[in-house]
């Protein structure tokens, strides 16, 4: 198998803090609050842009290929009545492979911890069957509270939303509807209060610098991978996953070393992610390092290789190695 590797160092963005796990052992404020949210959906309705909207910092990538995410990923929202503790999830869909039936199942465990669900519909699209099925599954979830969320409102007409929020309100007696967009930070707030009002009253569940539990490893291969959706078409998103093999941290200057694999299911497809000599690749790494290098607070040298996992979504000892 030929391996391609694209390096290259650049100077470092500030540092961001580095995640770390705990539980916060505090006193309850009065009326202080905190617990899970799980945001659902059709894949591509905002769901990651939301988390991190709302987090403040990018916790989950976002891309406008269907089925970006697919574990779930915590972001933690600080407030001084209580801390909200968001839960992106795959977006919920008929699978077609094996990998669609295991990303349904995140979806489906999440959704038995959590407090609340909000449930994002796009402004700007009609419901769906896949909207009215998904809408139907959370009746398996009866212990949570339901939120419709109306994403998007900033790409619709205020007639067209007005619509839509009266077709979602018909779906459900939901505990709160509420339109918003997360691109524009239109009615986040007053998001994040009706989520926070429907919480069980608790003390931190994180400590207050935590911005998400995921791990820097995690973190990094979702940020390879987002920066190798760009540009793809058809059925390659699907197909992409990326691992990693070490992270090296030299003790002699301020240079951290990424060693990545980015697997594809066939040879036509490693050979997109390559480009011609290379060219796409070398794009790649430089995306992700872009993202990358504020992450960890230093220079990445960052080694990419392509392999190839044939027809890894729908193999579960390959599944199992890449993860899911």
Known sequence: MTEHEETANTE?????ATPVSGLVDASNPEGHRAGFVSFVGRPNVGKSTLTNALVGEKVAITSSKPQTTRRAIRGIVHRKDGQLILVDTPGMHRPRTLL???LNAVVQS???????IGYCIPANEKLGPGDKFINEQLDSFPRAKKVAI?????????PAVAAQLLAVSELRDWDAVIPISAISHIQLDTLATELM?????S?????NEQTTDEGLEARISELIREAALEGVHDELPHSIAVTIDDIIERDDRE???VYANIFVERDSQKSIIIGKSGSRLGAVGAAARKQIEPLIGKQVFLSLRVKVAKDWQRDPKQLGRLGF
């Open 203 to 207: 003390p931190n569940l994180y400590p």
């Open 197 to 201: 009002k429907l919480l069980p009253l």
């Open 12 to 16: 470092s963005a500030p540092s961001e």
């Open 110 to 116: 999440t959704l038995g911890d959590v407090d609340v």
């Open 100 to 102: 669609g039936e295991r």
């Open 150 to 158: 109306v994403t998007k409102i900033d790409a619709a007409s205020r």
């Open 255 to 257: 240079l951290v070393e």
